[in-house]
C-alpha cells in the first residue's frame, strides 16, 4: 500500500508539472504565431500603403517639377520620374491590398484602385499638355493644380484611412499577446503553486502512513528485547 502511495504521488506530481509545461509551450506558440502575424500582415501592411503615399508624394514633386523645368532635358526627366513614381505607386498598393482581410479595408481598396485608374488617366493627361506646351506655358500647371490635385488628395485620404486600420490591428494584436501572457502566467503559477501544496500534503500523508508502522515495529522490537514474547508484531 505504502508504494502504491508513492507511486501515485509521483505520478500527480509528474502529471501537473506535464499541465504546466504543455500550458507554457502551447501559449508560447499563440504568442510566436501571433508576432509573426503582427509582422507579416499588420506591419508589413502598413509598411506598403505608407511607402505607396510616400510615392504619391514623390510623384507629385515630379509633376510640379515637370511644369516648372527651363529646358526640354529636365522636363523629359521629370516626365520619366512621373512614370518610375506611379509604377512603383502601383505596385506597393498591389502587395498590402492581400494583407487586409476585413471587408470594409478591400472596400476601400475598390474604391482606392479606381482613384488610381482616375489619377493615371490624369496624369496622361497633364504629360499630354506638357509634353506638348511651351516651357512657358501655364495650362499642364492651372490643369495639376485643379482636376488632378483633387484625385491625389482623394488617393491621400483612402491611404490614410487603410494605415489606420492596420495600426489599429497592430494595437489589438498586441494587446492580445500581453493579455495571453497574463492569463498563461496566472495559469502556470496556479498550476504550480497547486502542485506545491499538493505535494506538501501527500508528502504529509505518506510520511505519516509509513511512520506509524515502523513506530509500532519499534515498539514491538523493544518489548520482545524485554523478554515479552506476547506482543503481536502485524
Known amino acids: 500500500k505504502i508504494s502504491v502511495k508513492l507511486i501515485g504521488a509521483f505520478l500527480l506530481v509528474c502529471l501537473i508539472t506535464a499541465v504546466v509545461g504543455f500550458m507554457g509551450l502551447s501559449s508560447m506558440k499563440q504568442l510566436n504565431q501571433a508576432a509573426d502575424e503582427l509582422y507579416?500582415?499588420?506591419?508589413?501592411?502598413?509598411?506598403?500603403?505608407?511607402?505607396?503615399?510616400?510615392?504619391?508624394?514623390?510623384?507629385g514633386r515630379s509633376m510640379g517639377n515637370s511644369v516648372l523645368a527651363s529646358t526640354n532635358e529636365e522636363r523629359s526627366h521629370s516626365i520619366a520620374n512621373i512614370e518610375k513614381h506611379l509604377a512603383t505607386l502601383k505596385s506597393n498598393i498591389g502587395k498590402a491590398q492581400p494583407l487586409y482581410a476585413s471587408a470594409d479595408s478591400q472596400n476601400l481598396f475598390a474604391e482606392l484602385n479606381q482613384q488610381v485608374e482616375l489619377y493615371e488617366t490624369g496624369i496622361e493627361t497633364a504629360k499630354g499638355y506638357i509634353t506638348?506646351?511651351?516651357?512657358?506655358?501655364?495650362r499642364s500647371a492651372d490643369f495639376i493644380k485643379t482636376e488632378l490635385r483633387g484625385n491625389a488628395d482623394n488617393l491621400d485620404q483612402l491611404m490614410t484611412q487603410l494605415s489606420v486600420i492596420k495600426e489599429q490591428n497592430a494595437h489589438d494584436a498586441s494587446i492580445f499577446t500581453t493579455e495571453l501572457y497574463e492569463s498563461s502566467s496566472f495559469i502556470m503559477l496556479t498550476l504550480v503553486t497547486v502542485g506545491i501544496f499538493a505535494g506538501l500534503i501527500m508528502g504529509f500523508v505518506i510520511s505519516r502512513s509509513i511512520s506509524k508502522p515502523l513506530n509500532q515495529a519499534v515498539i514491538a522490537a523493544e518489548s520482545i528485547s524485554g523478554g515479552d514474547l506476547s506482543v503481536?508484531?502485524?
Open 132 to 138: 506638348n506646351e511651351l516651357l512657358t506655358q501655364s
Open 40 to 59: 507579416d500582415k499588420e506591419l508589413m501592411g502598413i509598411s506598403f500603403i505608407k511607402e505607396a503615399n510616400i510615392n504619391l508624394l514623390s510623384l
Open 232 to 234: 503481536n508484531v502485524v
